[in-house]
């Protein structure tokens, strides 16, 4: 069973740079790898998503423009460069990974395995 390992979260100011990275161990990711976020009290919402040739990239429009999704296969890792941070991108962020298609890569029911989170702290 894969397991998936979050890191590269922290504390930075607006208009800062972060870049997440998200290890799979114990076996490889499935067709697509997300990224997904939670702030408190708030749902978990999508963020970006690519499947295993990154061919096929979503967005979610808070991300779009700031945010970006990569994968490096032979890591085993998938990163999500965020630029020009905002503080209600204040959340805990998570790596999932699952099969899905089109608009259904949205939604986080359709990823089976998800790492512990890495949380983001942007101050205004």
């Known amino acids: 069973q894969v397991q998936l390992v979050e890191s590269g979260g922290g504390s930075v100011q607006a208009g800062d740079s972060l870049r997440l990275s998200c290890a799979a161990s114990?076996?490889?990711?499935?067709?697509?790898v997300g990224w997904f976020r939670q702030a408190p009290g708030k749902e978990r919402e999508f963020i970006a998503t690519t499947n295993w040739n990154s061919v096929y990239t979503y967005y979610a429009d808070s991300a779009k423009g700031r945010f970006t999704i990569s994968r490096d296969n032979a890591k085993n890792t998938v990163y999500l460069q965020m630029n020009s941070l905002k503080s209600e991108d204040t959340a805990k962020y998570y790596c999932?990974?699952?099969?899905?298609?089109?608009?259904?890569?949205?939604?986080?029911?359709?990823?089976?395995?998800w790492g512990q989170g890495t949380q983001v702290t942007v101050s205004s």
């Open positions: 114990g076996g490889t990711f499935n067709q697509y």
């Open positions: 999932a990974t699952g099969y899905c298609a089109n608009s259904g890569c949205f939604d986080k029911r359709r990823y089976d395995y």
